[in-house]
T-cell receptor
Framework: QQQVKQSPQSLIVQKGGISIINCAYE??????FPWYQQFPGKGPALLIA?????SEKKEGRFTISFNKSAKQFSLHIMDSQPGDSATYFC???????????FGTGTRLKVLA | DAGITQSPRHKVTETGTPVTLRCHQT?????MYWYRQDPGHGLRLIHY???????DKGEVSDGYSVSRSKTEDFLLTLESATSSQTSVYFC????????????FGEGSRLTVL
């Protein structure tokens, strides 16, 4: 049972373009939605996270948009750079259990 | 950053043999996790721990057991390894009482022949 569905599986973007990755969840008890970035041979690292009391959070070129009614959230990478080429995972968790469920990942390639 | 050490980093074993992966943290973080990463499946939670001797199952716990006898160590055991358990295994700790950030280790690549 996949509780967090992520799309697309892979994405190719030109340098300077916008990368958009989407996630949808089913469990309305989720109250924390992080995005992780993973480079080859490394463990995932937290990129940015949001809680459902806000609809958007921005950190530099990275923005999370959150739609509570649709149970969807997305990651936008503005002015995408070759160094952003990595695998991105969305996740969701519930306060109390702190059980983190991840999406299946999106492999992003930014062309120079 | 929390210090997490996973061992071994690479292991090749044969079907039917027992395997134990170790995750060691240098800080007193309460929550520790074991995930496996496979192409097309992303990161799937195997087991997690919320304290010494306190553990719970994740999405894909069948065939795996865990133990946590000390705060700093979280062990993942495959009692009888199968080829379907060939994967990269990541340990993580939850740090930051409010942020809830997971900090991952470097991973352990296990191949079961």
């Amino acid at each position: 049972q996949q509780q967090v569905k992520q799309s697309p599986q892979s994405l190719i973007v030109q340098k300077g373009g916008i990368s958009i990755i989407n996630c949808a969840y089913e469990n309305t008890a989720f109250d924390y939605f992080p995005w992780y970035q993973q480079f080859p041979g490394k463990g995932p690292a937290l990129l940015i996270a949001i809680r459902p009391d806000v609809s958007e959070k921005k950190e530099g070129r990275f923005t999370i948009s959150f739609n509570k009614s649709a149970k969807q959230f997305s990651l936008h990478i503005m002015d995408s750079q070759p160094g952003d080429s990595a695998t991105y995972f969305c996740a969701a968790s519930t306060s109390g259990t702190y059980k983190y469920i991840f999406g299946t990942g999106t492999r992003l390639k930014v062309l120079a | 950053d929390a210090g997490i050490t996973q061992s071994p980093r690479h292991k090749v074993t044969e079907t039917g043999t027992p395997v134990t992966l170790r995750c060691h943290q240098t800080e007193n973080h309460r929550y520790m996790y074991w995930y496996r990463q496979d192409p097309g499946h992303g990161l799937r939670l195997i087991h997690y721990s919320y304290g010494v001797k306190d553990t719970d199952k994740g999405e894909v716990s069948d065939g795996y057991s865990v133990s946590r006898s000390k705060t700093e160590d979280f062990l993942l055991t495959l009692e009888s390894a199968t080829s379907s358990q060939t994967s990269v295994y990541f340990c993580a700790i939850r740090q930051g009482a409010n942020t809830g950030e997971l900090f991952f280790g470097e991973g352990s690549r296990l191949t079961v022949l």
